[in-house]
């Protein structure tokens, strides 16, 4: 072979090598792309134009697993903000569990595989069939075989207890969680870390609030709820319609009054509050009050059909 012809092959066989990556390069480049497109329209809360973006990230990176679990996480988020009938929330729960299925096992991030199972949770929440309640379980039980002392997998797995309505179960999983999470008064403790630690615990209050007040315990779930007030009084000011609500079914509607009062307080603009006493107000005989306070509601939002019908009941 002549020096001329291995010089050719030799530069074939370059450009060649130089055309496959860049070949790579530019699919990287473009899924890269769309990836940050479909981040950016996540980030408006225009989900049509987010999920048209991660269809086409992995049409052309169907095979990194990043993408996937990323597409998986923004999809839960989507059930609950976007879809809104159940059929809807189902088709796009399974379309998350089936990316996670996609990626490899020892590609799977242990994040992917909580939020596969909270996926598991939440579907079978919506159809309440026995067969996805189990795979939820089983999911949970996988999950603290390897992280046996993760309160967050405790946390999520009381969730779906409360799903299934098995009270003492969700009340055993919330009170594992609540003994993993480590003291918020840690001095040691970063402030991030505290503020998460914060979050995740408030939502076990919230959750033990609600078991204890179908365990009939409403002294109990009302020590729950008010220990999330403590922590955000503005932010889950909605507690106090739950607290009123344990004082209506104790038969005290004073009480429940003050609470939604307090409720109203900060909340000015929810025509809820003022609706809900004035209900109150109603069944306690007061009807001038409840006049008052349906009046108001009414002012907050003019065609609400309920508090007009209600209105003129009580003429």
Avoid at 8 to 35: E, P, R, S
Avoid at 112 to 134: G, R
Avoid at 152 to 173: F, S, T
Avoid at 268 to 288: C, E
């Amino acid at each position: 072979m002549s020096k001329w012809i291995k010089s050719i092959l030799i530069t074939l066989i370059f450009f060649l090598c130089a055309l496959v990556i860049w070949h790579f390069n530019i699919k990287i480049i473009l899924a890269d792309f769309y990836f940050r497109k479909a981040l950016l329209a996540r980030g408006k809360n225009n989900w049509p134009e987010s999920l048209k973006y991660f269809k086409e990230t992995l049409k052309i990176e169907p095979n990194e697993s990043f993408y996937r679990q990323r597409f998986s996480t923004d999809l839960m988020w989507a059930v609950n903000d976007f879809y809104k009938t159940k059929t809807s929330k189902i088709k796009i729960l399974n379309l998350a569990i089936k990316n996670i299925d996609l990626i490899p096992e020892k590609e799977r991030r242990f994040e992917a595989k909580i939020n596969q199972a909270k996926m598991y949770s939440e579907k079978a929440n919506l159809t309440q069939k026995k067969e996805d309640f189990k795979k939820a379980e089983t999911a949970f039980q996988k999950l603290v075989t390897i992280s046996p002392k993760m309160a967050r997998i405790y946390n999520n797995w009381c969730q779906l207890k409360i799903y299934e309505k098995e009270w003492e179960k969700a009340k055993k999983m919330c009170q594992k969680a609540w003994y993993l999470y480590p003291s918020i008064y840690n001095k040691e403790m970063n402030e991030q870390h505290r503020t998460a630690v914060i979050l995740e615990m408030s939502e076990v209050y919230e959750k033990l609030g609600e078991i204890y007040k179908n365990l009939n315990n409403y002294k109990k779930a009302e020590e729950m709820y008010k220990q999330v007030l403590k922590f955000f009084p503005k932010r889950k000011s909605y507690l106090y319609k739950k607290i009123a609500d344990l004082y209506f079914l104790k038969g005290d509607l004073d009480k429940a009054i003050d609470y939604n009062q307090h409720g109203f307080a900060l909340n000015q603009n929810d025509s809820v509050w003022p609706f809900s006493i004035a209900l109150l107000y109603q069944i306690k005989g007061d009807l001038k009050m409840a006049k008052f306070y349906a009046e108001k509601a009414l002012e907050i939002n003019p065609n609400d059909k309920e508090i007009k019908e209600f209105l003129e009941k009580i003429k």
